[in-house]
């Protein structure tokens, strides 16, 4: 081999060299900011692969906190997880802690005790996620068309216990009873005998035949029977 194809094939794998040496050498991050309970790998460094960046090392600071990592940490950390980075013994790395944001419904005026809350009467604020406990309510679909216990006020979250059932149907009143089938509709009068809101299970009584049905309330003083299910007796 001439000496001027030796010397160009060593400069090639001293490149090759360098370029692979280069690439699986990590950088240290100087600030992370995270919203999880444990400080990962990759939060201080990059240039790790995918699984060794997921290492889970330290406990996360307190929300809306932030936390100092010292180089000495950083080279313990480094060596403990065969991580390709030398110290200089001024490095530094700074993690804060933010909490997850949610937007919640509240509404958009004061609303009175018995009223019927409607989609129209809500809107929404948006909350960080650690400070909205179990007992908000956090989907619209559970307010709309329950009613208020008591007065809520306007852009307030609102809990479970502010809202009840809407009744729509109330024991001992009259109802009208729709038998449906393809062929038939038939409308009754009949007596409740439970309460009911809507979509409730609720009996009713057919007072002239006596005979007791079950049905389904749909909407306000009306309950819709199946024909096909049996008829009870009272």
Not at 37 to 53: R, V
């Amino acid at each position: 081999m001439r000496v001027g194809s030796f010397a160009s094939a060593l400069l090639v794998a001293a490149l090759a060299f360098g370029l692979t040496a280069g690439a699986d050498a990590a950088v240290l991050k100087s600030r992370a900011t995270i919203d999880r309970e444990q400080i990962e790998l990759g939060d201080l460094w990059s240039g790790l692969s995918p699984e060794l960046a997921e290492t889970a090392v330290l406990e996360a600071p307190q929300t809306g906190q932030r936390m100092n990592i010292d180089s000495a940490q950083l080279a313990a950390l480094a060596e403990a997880n065969n991580i390709d980075w030398t110290p200089t013994g001024h490095d530094r790395t700074t993690i804060e802690r933010v909490s997850l944001m949610m937007d919640v419904p509240v509404p958009l005026h004061p609303i009175e005790a018995g009223d019927i809350i409607r989609a129209t009467d809500l809107g929404f604020q948006r909350l960080r996620a650690d400070r909205v406990n179990k007992t908000v309510v956090t989907e619209t679909d559970h307010l709309v068309g329950k009613t208020a216990k008591h007065p809520i006020a306007a852009a307030q979250p609102i809990r479970a216990n502010d809202v009840g059932t809407t009744l729509l149907v109330t024991k001992n009143s009259l109802v009208s009873v729709r038998l449906v089938t393809g062929r038939m509709n038939l409308v009754i009068e009949a007596k409740a005998l439970d309460d009911g809101g809507e979509g409730d299970s609720v009996r009713v009584l057919n007072q002239r035949s006596n005979k007791m049905l079950q049905g389904v309330v749909h909407g306000a003083g009306t309950v819709y029977v199946d024909p096909v299910y049996p008829v009870a007796a009272n």
